[in-house]
């Protein structure tokens, strides 16, 4: 008999301080309590059902060792959504090292880079249904945490009962239990009410929750995004309240938690709850400074406005999935704007060379938020290159024109596609049109080009070994200023072939000794 048969998810208690009724999606009326909370549980189990054969397995061998285990947090949140995937959390009386000693010889792979916080990682290959299955698995011993005034990291102690080790969770929809091996659905604080209202909560008081751990305010804005939750009114004022307690959170976790964020389904959701609160001041300063006063006569666009719209046109445009780079590209790309906003004398608004400012401001947040030195480069060129493709007008592109655009591209092209395409959310429906038709001929040009040239390989027609042969010099600065004037001349008109290359080498080479 499966642990989920027979009453797996019976209520066990409800939220200090609440009514304890049942939310209305789940009972439409008194009358139809019974069926309509079965359909509820039918959902969790027929979820949990499928994870049965790793978390049967598991919890036999827990309970066969003197302990209990317990599925906990997002997996069952996520199990009540419909939603568990292949990633499962769970919470044990067990110490760490009882929990290596019960793991190792069990799953295919154990790793506790987490144990020195109670947590130890596993990896278990299964057999579900008529396939074959890999779970990432995480245990953690019933815990509290909290930071101190000077910590970046947070002080770890261990607990004896789930109850306990609930309440220090971040929210109630992740504060909820399956409990095993005595089979039961662990719910004091309201979880399943707070996720069928689509509302996020905390367990204990919000102070006292972001207290315990400042990154929880952040989480909460990742959760809004991700479950298109509303957070409880108390919780936004504990965050504006305490925003500041951000900054003694590490720059990695703050990255981490902002990624999620940005990937989410509704990044606008999460990142204006940041701006709102008055987070996004301590870990992404440059986005509500977006938010640009307007000038008298009200003729520039809200900027902040624009780059959310910009971001989400951009994930529309998405190709395989969430696209960190792309979107990070889309957030950034005009947080040169106020560095640069001048008034001009007929009543206009400038915002001159507001890209390359903003490449350099994108470069020192990212870095500082310890993104890799590849993303930082990449996100930095894309905000760098979004105006491009508005310098040169709506003529006509030339053969080297657009070389250089592929050229300084590179492999990025794609995405500089994606973004240019997205920067536009004017309301003019033929300037718009117009616009789109106009990058429709570039991108129709580069791949005429491509086909012709191998665009994605531009290089000289001549390289350093024979720059070298030709002209009888040795490595030095004159060949790499040589390949670079070849490089220029194989932009500026095409393939010329070896002999004219060679003929236009020695004619540079006779101006330089000139």
Request: hydrophobic content about 40%; some cysteine; aromatic content about 6%.
């Amino acid at each position: 008999m499966s642990m989920y048969d027979g009453g797996v998810l019976a209520r066990n208690g409800g939220a200090p301080g609440r009514s304890g009724h049942v939310p209305s999606f789940v009972v439409p009326n008194a009358n139809e309590e019974t069926s309509a909370l079965s359909q509820v549980q039918d959902r969790a189990v027929s979820e949990l059902l499928r994870v049965a054969p790793v978390a049967d397995d598991l919890a036999r061998r827990f309970q066969e060792a003197g302990f209990s285990l317990a599925l906990v947090g997002g997996s069952v949140r996520d199990a009540l959504l419909g939603r568990l995937g292949n990633d499962l959390d769970f919470t044990t009386d067990a110490r760490p090292q009882d929990v290596l000693k019960i793991m190792r010889p069990w799953a295919d792979a154990v790793w506790d880079v987490g144990i020195a916080f109670g947590t130890v990682g596993a990896q278990k290959e299964a057999r579900v249904g008529d396939s074959d299955r890999s779970f990432q698995i995480e245990v953690t011993t019933y815990r509290s945490e909290a930071y101190d005034r000077t910590s970046r990291k947070p002080e770890v102690s261990y607990g004896d009962s789930i109850e306990d080790d609930l309440i220090r969770r971040d929210f109630t929809v992740n504060a909820m239990a399956v409990a095993l091996p005595e089979k039961r659905f662990v719910d004091p604080h309201g979880g399943l009410e707070d996720l069928a209202a689509g509302v996020l909560r905390t367990p204990g008081t919000p102070e006292a929750s972001f207290s315990d751990d400042p990154l929880r305010m952040m989480r909460a804005a990742r959760f809004a995004a991700q479950l298109d939750f509303e957070v409880a009114p108390e919780v936004v004022a504990a965050m504006k309240e305490m925003a500041g307690r951000i900054e003694i959170v590490s720059a990695e976790r703050v990255r981490d938690e902002l990624n999620k964020l940005i990937l989410s389904a509704q990044p606008r959701t999460g990142l204006s709850l940041l701006v709102d609160t008055g987070i996004a001041e301590y870990v992404l300063p440059e986005l509500p400074a977006l938010h640009l006063e307007r000038d008298e006569h009200h003729r520039h666009k809200d900027v902040y406005e624009h780059t959310l719209i910009v971001l989400e046109q951009a994930m529309a445009l998405e190709d395989d999935g969430p696209d960190l780079t792309l979107r990070l590209a889309a957030l950034l790309h005009d947080i040169g704007k106020p560095r640069t906003r001048r008034f001009e004398k007929d009543g206009r608004v400038s915002f001159h060379h507001h890209e390359v400012v903003g490449a350099k401001m994108t470069k020192k947040r990212m870095t500082a938020l310890k993104y890799s030195n590849e993303l930082v480069k990449d996100v930095s060129r894309l905000v760098e290159l979004h105006l491009r493709f508005h310098g040169y007008g709506t003529g006509e592109w030339t053969d080297s024109a657009v070389r250089r655009y592929v050229r300084d591209a590179g492999p990025l092209l794609s995405r500089l596609h994606q973004l240019t395409r997205s920067d536009c959310t004017t309301r003019n429906r033929r300037k718009a049109t117009a616009l789109s038709r106009a990058y429709d001929g570039l991108e129709k040009r580069i791949a005429e080009l491509q086909e012709q040239e191998e665009l994605d390989a531009i290089r000289p027609d001549l390289d350093g070994n024979q720059i070298m042969e030709i002209l009888g010099v040795k490595p030095g600065q004159a060949v790499g200023q040589a390949y670079k004037h070849m490089l220029e001349l194989r932009l500026e008109n095409g393939p010329m072939g070896h002999d004219a290359a060679v003929a236009a080498l020695k004619e540079w080479w006779a101006g330089q000794q000139g």
